[in-house]
């Protein structure tokens, strides 16, 4: 499903269900050894996920560990990226001579908490999803502007190691064509002054799906 929204080159593996049969290696068990069941859970079925996909591109299976904010750390030559809600975990990854970053989210498809869009979302943020409403109300637009800020962090970490907050980026969602613009209100050296990531959202199955697929 999830590949709908990604570039050609990207592999991906998604499941809709926990798998017990992807067993973790001992280094990546001693970081989830006090987590509760559904963490661990979501831990292995999505560590299961992205062994499959590096399987894809020639890797042997190894762990995946975690790294600073909690990026996982991929072989070299590799970009990626991972996400998990109720009900889906998916892993992305890609050669890093064919992309320079990769972000992907999933949310349940329902309205944000209350609160939560005030803390999240730019006072023009809030104008366009108005006007997103007025076109198709049924649709949770509020929960495809946090998505796609959480695929927009995803893409920016891992390549400048820098924190990115809420309101650095302005998300310009297309109600039409199932693309989102984000324009970048923070400079990295890696991404250069004035940049912009250029995403997709899918809505389908009760989920909120967005991914960026940043060309090198």
Same mark, same amino acid.
């Given at each position: 499903?999830?590949?709908?929204?990604?570039?050609?080159?990207?592999?991906?593996?998604?499941?809709?269900?926990?798998?017990?049969?992807?067993?973790?290696?001992?280094?990546?068990?001693?970081?989830?050894?006090?987590?509760?069941?559904k963490r661990?859970?979501e831990?292995?079925?999505?560590?299961?996920?992205a062994?499959?996909?590096?399987?894809?591109?020639? $890797? /042997?299976?190894?762990?995946?560990?975690? &790294?600073?904010?909690? =990026?996982p +750390?991929?072989? !070299?030559?590799?970009? #990626?990226?991972?996400?998990h809600?109720?009900?889906?975990?998916?892993?992305?990854?890609?050669?890093?001579?064919?992309?320079l970053?990769?972000?992907?989210?999933?949310?349940?498809a329902?309205?944000?908490?209350?609160?939560?869009?005030?803390?999240?979302?730019?006072?023009?943020?809030?104008v366009?999803l108005?006007?997103l409403?007025?076109?198709r109300?049924?649709?949770?637009?509020?929960?495809i502007l946090?998505?796609?800020?959480?695929?927009?962090?995803?893409?920016? $970490? /891992?390549?400048?190691?820098?924190?990115? &907050?809420?309101?650095? =980026?302005? +998300?310009?969602? !297309?109600?039409?064509? #199932?693309?989102f613009?984000?324009?970048?209100?923070?400079?990295?050296?890696?991404?250069?002054?004035?940049?912009?990531?250029?995403?997709?959202?899918?809505?389908?199955?009760?989920?909120?799906?967005?991914?960026i697929?940043?060309?090198?």
């Amino acid at each position: 499903m999830i590949e709908e929204i990604l570039a050609p080159g990207v592999v991906t593996e998604e499941t809709f269900s926990d798998d017990s049969a992807s067993p973790l290696f001992p280094e990546e068990l001693a970081l989830v050894a006090s987590a509760v069941p559904k963490r661990r859970n979501e831990f292995t079925t999505t560590r299961g996920c992205a062994r499959k996909a590096l399987g894809s591109l020639g $890797f /042997p299976p190894a762990p995946l560990l975690t &790294g600073e904010r909690g =990026a996982p +750390i991929w072989p !070299d030559g590799v970009v #990626g990226s991972m996400t998990h809600c109720d009900g889906y975990r998916a892993a992305v990854v890609a050669h890093q001579s064919d992309f320079l970053a990769l972000g992907i989210d999933a949310e349940p498809a329902g309205p944000l908490p209350d609160g939560v869009l005030d803390a999240i979302a730019r006072p023009e943020e809030l104008v366009r999803l108005k006007d997103l409403a007025d076109t198709r109300e049924e649709v949770c637009w509020d929960r495809i502007l946090f998505s796609a800020k959480e695929s927009v962090y995803k893409t920016w $970490f /891992p390549v400048t190691r820098q924190w990115l &907050g809420f309101e650095d =980026a302005s +998300i310009d969602i !297309d109600p039409d064509t #199932g693309a989102f613009r984000a324009r970048l209100l923070v400079s990295a050296e890696t991404f250069g002054p004035r940049t912009e990531f250029h995403g997709r959202w899918m809505l389908r199955d009760g989920l909120v799906l967005t991914a960026i697929s940043h060309p090198r």
